[in-house]
């Protein structure tokens, strides 16, 4: 299942190398590259194997220390793990105290609502509103006898909400399938409450014609971002669409430079100069290009350069 691109749209991109009505990649030799470009993005970001990245999904069974050295000195705040790929909303916030008997059926846990949790995508973390309570309860007396330090057991729906109004969708010549230029459209809303703008994003995704919404006759395809109607408009028709995407663009991007670079290495491999600086026959030469960047291996630069605002610098002393 792509999660930043599809072959579709890498296709669309006309990155130079694989036009759309080009057999060289068949589509499913493209998903796997693609999905070998999205797991180097993930990699480059630092993001943990087991948790995803930033494509829209549950995290589950995120588990951090709540550390602290007596009552009332706990932390009450968890870091997001996939910071910057911000929280939508949360399933679970527990915080596991102790065994009672060795039990994991039996353990003592301090269930908080998720309503009572606030979101902090700024600065990314999730803050424990009531938790100054829990430490004064009846079971603050468990503290010291558990785990030392006890530890917050989070689920939490991630990714984010994108939207983009009014854009104009692109004919592909028969008048009836158009083309957005982003695609993965969110078909469903479940940001937290506390974080809700004053106007919610289209989702899902509404569908213009002239400027009038069209509710029926037209099929949508939210993943590649298409609108197939069921009958052909004329040509002069104007068809439009309020969506919300869950991919930003500069991932999109970043993924279309790697694959492009992987298809590069490709070719390379195929001549035979996989592990060759230059190949010389009697009728041609072949150089290739020289770098010394040391990490080209694990993301092409190009890809680097879109993510830079994704990715994480560790500051001394933090």
Not at 55 to 73: F, I, K, R
Not at 101 to 107: F, L, M, N, P, T
Not at 183 to 206: E, F, H, I, N, R
Request: proline content about 7%.
């Amino acid at each position: 299942m792509p999660r930043y691109l599809t072959p579709e749209r890498y296709r669309y991109s006309y990155a130079g190398l694989v036009e759309p009505a080009s057999t060289l990649l068949n589509d499913v030799a493209l998903a796997f590259l693609i999905e070998q470009a999205e797991s180097a993005i993930d990699a480059y970001l630092g993001f943990p194997l087991q948790l995803g990245g930033l494509e829209p999904h549950v995290v589950y069974g995120w588990q951090q220390p709540l550390d602290g050295v007596a009552a009332g000195t706990w932390r009450r705040r968890v870091r997001i793990p996939l910071f910057p790929a911000p929280a939508r909303n949360l399933v679970r916030f527990n915080i596991h105290i102790t065994n009672v008997g060795g039990s994991s059926a039996q353990a003592s846990t301090a269930i908080l609502s998720p309503t009572d949790i606030v979101i902090n995508n700024l600065t990314g973390y999730f803050e424990a509103v009531p938790l100054q309570a829990i430490l004064y309860s009846p079971l603050a007396a468990v503290w010291g006898l558990g785990l030392d330090p006890p530890i917050a057991e989070v689920d939490y729906e991630s990714g984010y909400y994108l939207p983009y109004l009014g854009e104009a969708l692109y004919d592909q010549g028969d008048h009836q399938t158009y083309r957005a230029l982003r695609g993965m459209w969110a078909t469903t809303y479940t940001l937290t409450g506390s974080a809700q703008p004053s106007t919610p994003p289209p989702t899902p995704a509404v569908i213009y014609k002239n400027g009038v919404v069209v509710a029926s006759g037209i099929t949508v395809n939210p993943q590649e971002g298409t609108v197939f109607f069921a009958v052909a408009n004329a040509a002069s028709d104007l068809v439009s669409a309020d969506y919300t995407t869950q991919i930003p663009a500069q991932v999109q991007t970043a993924t279309i430079e790697q694959v492009s670079y992987l298809i590069n290495q490709r070719t390379l491999n195929l001549l035979g100069m996989g592990g060759l600086e230059q190949l010389k026959t009697q009728e041609s030469f072949g150089r290739r290009s020289r770098t010394d960047d040391v990490m080209e291996d694990q993301l092409c630069a190009k890809a680097r350069m879109k993510l830079a605002g994704f990715r994480r610098i560790p500051l001394a002393g933090a």
